[in-house]
């Protein structure tokens, strides 16, 4: 049995575990991350990483490390181009790890990551045609077409959270244009929506003393299943740009399939698969209906532990 | 050398030509439509198809004959599953033309047949992820991505005119949504633009008189190019969210090159490649700056009997 370590680089922790040749995942060793310097988080990275290794049977076949990092990835040259979220530019993340941890790493964005982990080892295993779209603080993604993961000419294929749905009339997203899928249907987005819509709700306490930093879809989806009429009314705008984002997919890929992860993503099927799925066929206008699965993630926080593993036991699919 | 008929079904024109394995073009034969009767328009495409074959040299060597038509197609049937432009639900053309012909023929929706020929004997020779768009009355579009045509689950990838950049403030669509991209940025979108921009321009001469019919890209990038102040909003109105809609094809396939075929795509450099160029690079925000190369197409009204003759010669790429 061939083993690597996988390694999510997310925004409030890093983890890293071993992953054995069949996806599965064995004692995950996570650390807070207490903010975004290079230098700290390559040491805290290294740390959970030494602890994998150390976990390991002396007589286990280590294949490698693969890390999965946010941002735009040159995986080529393995240096962050830009990530707004950690606020890297042109970060050679790649070396430094590498140089830290005295072992050559495989780089790739985080959420390619994760779709890799989805496609071989999770919901999408055995669709040619998949789409992982993680639905967090933003939205991250990644498609799968003919059977091999789409990178592009600078790798910087996926970034499905940046294609503009609602150009002019939208909110401002974190990159700077208007009316992106992000910006629109993330979880954050969710509060976007409340605020654009108390005006029609004098009476709501939706918002209320609410501590806005930790707001999240989870607080809006129980109101709505409540029946506040604020919440419901949010959920319903955020739904509708949602279902557009992902009839937006179709037309470009036609997948058999389209899984939701990241937190929002494990909503219960209620609330959101089957409401959007109910939206995005009215919205597929040239393929056939109700031909393309949307469907929960199934493999949660690990998917992109187990995806970075796979680029050091298989490579990119 | 290996031969094969490519036929191209238009709107208003079917053409069929012999094509030789290095994708040059020999003799076009094209008759006009005035329906789209299926029983005429098969009756038409035989006759053209016929003087294709026998324009041939005896001892030539027929591989097969290819056919590229509009609308959503079921290529593992070989129905026409839907097309706006031709008013077909359902339409076996594949069995109908095979039984008329007396001879098998491979058939692919018109657009990504165009694809095919620009990326395997046209402007797109080489590069392994490839955009065409062709911008004529509608959009249509074809994505290569690591080398291979993207299909999709049900072969209605590539359908890129019908994601919508606008929704809720843009144009009706003849597909039923709004705000799409072919309503927003294909040759007819002009005259939507130019209609919408109208009251700000009240002494304008621009619409007077035309025969809407008619009324195409020419005109307005003429009058846009002499300095008529409507012309020149209508413009670029226009080029905005043509520019919106290539920088989503860049955040989903990051392409090394995007053509721009069809009517509308033969417009100036200086008018047209030049600003768009401009346009999406402030537009694209999560992929390296300058990466995709925005062109005209090079086989012009032959692109799709290349693409389709490739489909007898060499199968999808």
């Known amino acids: 049995m061939k083993w690597a370590i996988g390694v999510d680089l997310g925004g409030t922790h890093v983890a890293a575990a071993p992953v054995d040749e069949r996806g599965r995942v064995h004692n995950v060793y996570s650390r807070e991350l207490e903010s975004h310097d290079v230098k700290y988080v390559v040491t805290e990275a290294a740390k959970v990483v030494g602890k994998a290794i150390a976990s390991l049977d002396k007589r286990a076949k280590l294949s490698g490390i693969g890390v999965g990092s946010p941002g735009n990835i040159d995986e080529r040259t393995g240096t962050v181009r830009f990530s707004p979220n950690f606020g890297w530019h042109d970060v050679a993340l790649k070396q430094k790890l590498e140089k830290k941890l005295g072992r050559p790493i495989h780089l790739l964005n985080d959420a390619r990551c994760a779709t890799i982990g989805e496609y071989l080892h999770g919901v999408g295993k055995g669709a040619r045609d998949f789409v992982l779209i993680t639905l967090g603080t933003g939205i991250g993604g990644g498609i799968v077409a003919n059977g091999k993961l789409v990178l592009g000419h600078t790798m910087a294929a996926g970034e499905i959270g940046h294609h503009v749905l609602r150009e002019s009339s939208g909110f401002v997203c974190t990159c700077g244009k208007t009316g992106c899928f992000e910006a629109q249907a993330s979880g954050t987005a969710l509060l976007r929506h409340a605020l654009a819509l108390a005006p029609s709700f004098p009476r709501s306490t939706l918002l209320t003393g609410t501590p806005q930093v930790d707001w999240g879809s989870k607080m809006i989806s129980r109101a709505a299943a409540a029946g506040d009429q604020h919440a419901l009314a949010t959920w319903h705008a955020w739904l509708r740009d949602l279902a557009t984002g992902i009839a937006n997919i179709i037309a470009f890929v036609n997948p058999e399939m389209i899984a939701l992860g990241g937190g929002v ?38 998917a992109g532990i187990v ?7 298989h490579g990119i699919p």
């Not at 995806?307 to 036991?313: H, S, T």
């Open 265 to 302: 993503g494990r909503t219960d099927d209620s609330l959101l698969v089957t409401p959007l799925t109910r939206l995005v066929d009215e919205q597929t206008t040239m393929a056939p209906k109700h031909q393309t699965t949307i469907v929960r993630a199934k493999l949660g926080n690990n």
């Open 307 to 313: 995806g970075a593993a796979c680029l050091a036991l």
